[in-house]
């Protein structure tokens, strides 16, 4: 502890914090650009001149340690007179073009000129000019308003963990930009506007389109991944022009990736079904609400009484609210069928009839960046989660320990122990060894099914390290599962292994799903749900798509690119008798559909999350939804209401989430591993051939809304949406890049072009999920290339 | 790509500091593949940063610190004359006119011909020897049109 005096007031501080930090405890604000709480100190702009009794010249408070007995002055005559030569030297260059600039009127240099600057310029010499690099379709820059305080550096480099910003030059000739003026790949590089003092760096998708004043800002709960960061939505006029990081340290810290931060440009954008639509003839129409309702009711109950209930099925998008995916099921479940899931990538559902609680992180989302070692199972957390991926790259920078199991050589932001990638088919095998050799080490039995997955070599030396490792880790370890293990062939013996290894270890056990997973989980959207002599088993996503069913519910979902079997689901479509689809966008469903009904957008509704702390998070809508779209929930509870299903009246969304938790009954503890359920697998059988194909979805196409996000279409890491192989594959195949060959899978023959990818293992090919390339291949295992 | 001789220099350099900072070595490796590329282009600084598994920005950026780093193409033989005081005062002005004038460019052009490139720089600690410049490594000192003349028809 120490004691200082901070103009005249006495405090009581604790040692090795530096001035700015004690100050903005005790509410003294001192100026400043290149501070920032969460970046390493640089104190290059000298804004934050203080003046220290004792000391020769004033000091950056940023980079000045509180010593016993210290007294600081902030606004002496000193102090000031530093602080106005410091702004009277950054506004020298500084075009001063408020007038034009998207920061004006938020601008920190704007509101510290008037401030701590002085009334005048002294200045009349020629300012220099920068120009200024088009660095992607997420941040507009503008360089010559730039002054050098490289807090967007210190971001990529400390944060991100990828340095793509830095100062070339020197001097004068200074200029912050990219490597030869390259476009940043960062999935978190929208947080650089936010870190921007000036109006350098802007927003590309917002900007120009308000004035920071207009706005009227609403919080709200992102949808995109598990994590429901915190959000500031801002509006003007009704509608969204932005959206921006809500504080909160628990979830988001200050942070929002970039996928949260741009997915408002399809809400904002054109392509909004304003009415509901029917289709008479083969031809759409426009009609009021009654009677587009009326259609949809009348066309269910004549597929219910041609076909039974059953024959209907609801397929609903995990980044539905909780209360959305509650109605979407008790209708179903009112009619009569119990055909309802959210998990349309999935593809082994074996362990359905376990009793599992929402996915989710199994740990707190802050406890990540104090984990000791990990082990990633087929989990890109970096793009997938990538504000958890933020948490656990801090953890591995303080030493802790990362083990991958997965079939794509992920690009991660930190740097790997151990990297076992391989085929898909490879992963049950290495994730098996892993267990075998956690429980020889504890000393127990090794079950037969699992034996069964271990070849003749037994365990790898590398397994028995990454055993070592997560057993040394104990509690402060963390085993997780991403996409690339939930959509795996073998999701369910990936999971029983992953489970076993956490209890053997003590490690948390993490299953990262997309969204509100966890959400609709809690809602009951799945299949087994509550299962009982009264609510028999339905149909699960896959089999939905692949029975080709009477009737569809569709609420968010286009099956034709939200399927793993992206045909298959097509097909079910087009050949259902009756499909209604609740969306917001006026070309979802045009295909197949009998009757789309427009509902609201994420930041139009309100609605609850459970995110992977399983934290329910409610927010309230922040503009009302255009035209006639209304929220998803009363959508449901009108027609409901029309079908005659009783338990329907509720007023607010706050009644159907009190209803949803009044009715869940927990679950009746940790039901993995089951060993039963996977007695079957047999060890990897290598094809011939065929290739193995690996699927992948970018994190611009998980939902309707993130595809019709223009900007974050066009993104480096959504280019990455192609058919892809290896180039030594390539080479061994005779395919040059980007040739079209004729590849047959699940869903027949098509002609794509290949490019090389590194991160695909030998022997397997990369298809990419929610794409119209991946349509006829998605879902396929293996798939043969026919090459002359 | 860098050469493996270039690479055999750089291994050397890095060997002097600890195996953990390998970038530690990157003035000097940009310094080797100038020798022997004659200058560094983009491709070049993303080959040495890549080699010091370091992001290519970083390389750029102390490319871009230091004046004697070459980013463009310059001519086979960059004449550099000083043009500071103690040179002004003994003349530097008819140094650099009379090179002007038999090469056919002006300061800070190259010959069409690749050969040369002809700058102005600031002292380079010879007044001694006033007026002075340099021409790729060598100094000249105590120049006069007659020394000029011969020091370039010297130059190949």
Known sequence: ?788 | MLSSESLAKIDLEIGNYPAEHKEAAVMAALRIVQEEQGWLSGETIRDIATYLEIPPIRAYEVATFYSMYELEETGRHRIEVCTNISCMLRGSDGVVSHIEERLGIKVGETTADGRYTLREVECLGACVGAPMMQVGNGYYEKLTTESIDAILDGLE
């Not at chain 1, 006026?586 to 995110?611: K, M, Q």
């Open chain 1, 1 to 788: 502890m120490a004691q200082i005096e901070l103009n005249g007031q006495q405090l009581e501080v604790q040692d090795n914090q530096m001035l700015i930090q004690v100050a903005d405890a005790a509410g003294v604000y001192i100026p400043r650009f290149c501070y920032h709480e969460k970046l390493s100190v640089s104190a290059n702009c000298r804004m934050c001149l203080v003046e220290v009794e004792g000391a020769p010249k004033p000091l950056p408070a940023c980079a000045t340690p509180v010593t016993d007995g210290m007294k600081v002055k902030t606004r002496s005559a000193i102090a000031r007179d530093a602080q106005q030569g410091t702004m009277e030297f950054l506004l020298i260059n500084h075009p001063l073009d408020c007038p034009i600039c998207d920061q004006g009127g938020e601008c920190p240099l704007q509101d510290q000129a008037v401030s701590y600057g002085k009334d005048n310029s002294r200045y009349h010499e020629e300012k220099r000019a920068v120009s200024s690099p088009d660095i992607g379709p997420l941040v507009a820059t503008a360089m010559t308003r730039c002054i050098h305080c490289t807090r967007c550096v210190r971001f990529g480099e400390e944060l991100a963990g990828i340095m793509e910003m830095g100062a070339a030059g020197r001097g004068d000739h200074t200029s912050i930009g990219t490597y030869l003026g390259e476009t940043i790949e960062s999935e978190l590089s929208g947080n650089m506007i936010d870190l921007c003092p000036v109006g350098a760096l802007t927003s590309k998708p917002s900007r120009f389109s308000a004035r920071s004043w207009e706005l009227l800002s609403h919080n709200s709960i992102a949808p995109h991944d598990c994590l429901g960061s915190n959000l500031k939505v801002q509006t003007l006029r009704n509608k969204v022009i932005r959206v921006l990081s809500s504080e909160n340290e628990r979830i988001n810290e200050c942070w929002l990736s970039d996928r949260d931060r741009f997915s408002f440009e399809a809400i904002s954008g054109n392509d909004r079904l304003m009415t509901p639509m029917v289709r008479e003839q083969g031809r759409w129409r426009s009609v009021d609400w009654h009677g587009a309702l009326e259609f949809a009711v009348e066309g269910l109950r004549r597929v219910i009484a041609k076909q039974g209930a059953e024959s209907i099925g609801a397929l609903i998008s995990a980044s539905s609210t909780l209360e959305e995916a509650y109605l979407c099921q008790k209708l179903i479940r009112g009619l009569g069928s119990h055909n309802v899931d959210h998990r349309l990538q999935q593809q082994d559902f074996r362990d359905d009839q376990l009793d599992q609680p929402p996915p989710g992180l199994g740990r707190s989302i802050a406890s990540l960046e104090s984990v000791k070692a990990a082990l990633l199972v087929g989990s890109n957390i970096r793009k997938e989660q990538p504000l958890l991926g933020l948490r656990l790259r801090k953890a591995v920078l303080g030493g802790a320990e990362v083990a991958s199991i997965s079939a794509l050589d992920y690009a991660f932001n930190f740097s790997l122990r151990f990297n076992q990638m391989d085929a898909p088919s490879a992963m049950p095998k290495k994730l098996a060894e892993v267990a075998a050799a956690v429980a020889k080490a504890k000393g127990v039995a090794v079950p037969e099914p699992v034996e069964q997955l271990l070849d003749s070599n037994g365990i790898s030396g590398e397994a028995d390290e990454i055993a070592e490792m997560l057993l040394k880790g104990g509690q402060d370890g963390a085993v997780i599962l991403g996409f690339g293990a939930l959509s795996h062939p073998r999701a369910a013996t990936l999971k029983m292994l992953a489970h076993w290894i956490s209890e053997l270890t003590g490690a948390s056990f993490g299953l990262l799903d997309r969204g509100n997973s966890a959400g609709a989980t809690l809602a009951g959207s799945l299949p087994l749900h509550q299962q009982s002599e009264s609510n028999p088993a339905g149909l699960n996503a896959k089999e939905m798509v692949r029975e080709k069913l009477a009737g569809y519910l569709l609420f968010g979902v286009e099956p034709e690119l939200d399927s793993l079997e992206q045909s298959a689901a097509q097909e079910a479509m087009v050949k259902a008798d009756f499909v209604i689809s609740i969306n917001p966008y006026s070309s979802a469903g045009r295909e197949y559909a009998d009757v789309i009904l427009p509902s609201a957008a994420f930041t139009e509704t309100s609605g609850t999350h459970l995110n992977c702390e399983h934290q329910l998070q409610s927010f309230e809508g922040a503009v009302e939804p255009p035209g006639d779209a209304r929220p998803g929930w009363k959508i449901l509870r009108v027609m409901a209401n029309m079908l005659d299903i009783d338990g329907f009246d509720f007023i607010s969304s706050e009644e159907v989430l009190e209803e949803v938790k009044a009715g869940d009954r927990g679950t009746t503890g940790a039901q993995l591993p089951d060993w039963e359920l996977i007695a079957g697998d047999k060890p990897r059988v290598i094809q011939d051939q065929r290739l193995e194909s690996v699927n992948e979805i970018s994190p611009y196409r998980l939902d309707s809304t993130l595809r019709r996000a223009e900007s974050l279409q066009i993104t480096r890491d959504n280019q990455l949406s192609k058919v892809s192989m290896s180039s030594p594959e390539m080479e061994r195949l005779g395919i040059e890049e980007n040739r079209a060959v004729v590849i047959s899978g699940i869903g027949g023959r098509v002609s794509l072009p290949i490019i090389s990818d590194q991160r695909v293992p030998a022997g397997c090919i990369h298809i990419p999920l929610a794409t119209e390339e991946g349509q006829v291949l998605g879902g396929s295992s293996f798939v043969t290339l026919e090459i002359d």
